[in-house]
């Protein structure tokens, strides 16, 4: 079974402080040396070879890498289809130099107000995010919306849906996931949040939504497939195994990645992925949404169709909801 999707992590640095991110105060992750453009292309050529399909660039903030524009043509020569996820405080200037290599551009909002988002983030970003939407379309680029929801900031999923219909932009509903050093939306707030995601040009994925009602992972019988379904590259140029957030192993790339991923520890580690006492109850959906497309189960068809209505908002965007 192939590999869809790869996380890549071109850097851990971050310009927001949002609370429910684990990154920028996990003192477990350092700010690494980050790889080179042309490592980074290599290592995407590897992964288109392996089965890969989408790439997701992320971080930290994945703008602050400076050599994005770089990897994303790479990215796109080679047939890959291109994820980014930005707090927007950056893409305004940057936006030029990345328009027509991002194939889905998501922009973090956290609240419908000012007052409300920028509490959330740490830092003044909400009127960067309206800027950048309007930036993106002017160079026509099909912004969407991603709002985290955890149980703190429920309550304000109407006024969010709202404002991304008032703006005509697609919203991707986000329950957040626990991981170390962050709380997740509970069973009680994904419910409430199942009964709220309605509405003109609002998606969730109702799949990933059941799967965290009803406990997430199981170690005796795992849904997850995080190795198998999911490449993870760090910003230091190493594989990581099984996953980012409960990552046992790195190992260095150094050019080998095809080979890596042939290695016997990954075969072990596909063997073992979802099995680990830390397994229990993950809900991580960086690798749930690979997973859920893998087995004919009660999360398979509702995932499957929440991603067909994902992409009919997101193509129907440029005309009109």
Known sequence: ????????????????????????????????????PDVVSGNLADVKHAGVRIVDFTGGEPLLYEGLPEVLYRAKKLGLKTS???????????????????????????AATKENHDKVTGVSSFERVMESVEKARTLGERPTFIH?????????????????????????????????????LSRKGAVTLGKLAHGNGVTIDRGYLRFCIDGGNRRIEPRCMAVSSTIVISPDDHLILPCFHYRTKTLPICGNLSRLLESDEVRKQKRTQGTYQFCEGC?????????????????FLPSIMSACRYLYVYFRSSLTF
């Not at 809900?283 to 999360?299: H, P, Q």
């Open 283 to 299: 809900t991580v959906y960086c690798y749930m949404r690979a997973s859920l497309f893998r087995k004919l189960d009660g999360y």
């Open 84 to 110: 980014v996820t930005s707090n927007g405080i950056r893409y305004p200037e940057r936006a030029a130099e990345l328009a027509g290599h991002i194939d889905i551009l998501q922009f973090s909002i956290d």
């Open 1 to 36: 079974m192939k590999p869809v999707i790869c996380n890549y992590y071109l850097t851990y640095r971050c310009n927001a402080r949002c609370g429910f991110c684990s990154i920028w105060k996990d003192a477990s992750i350092p700010e690494s040396r980050e790889a080179s």
């Open 148 to 184: 985290t929801v955890t149980d703190e900031n429920l309550t304000d999923v109407p006024d969010v849906i709202s404002l991304a219909q008032s703006l005509r932009i697609p919203l991707f509903l986000n329950p957040c996931f626990t991981c170390p050093g962050n709380q997740g």
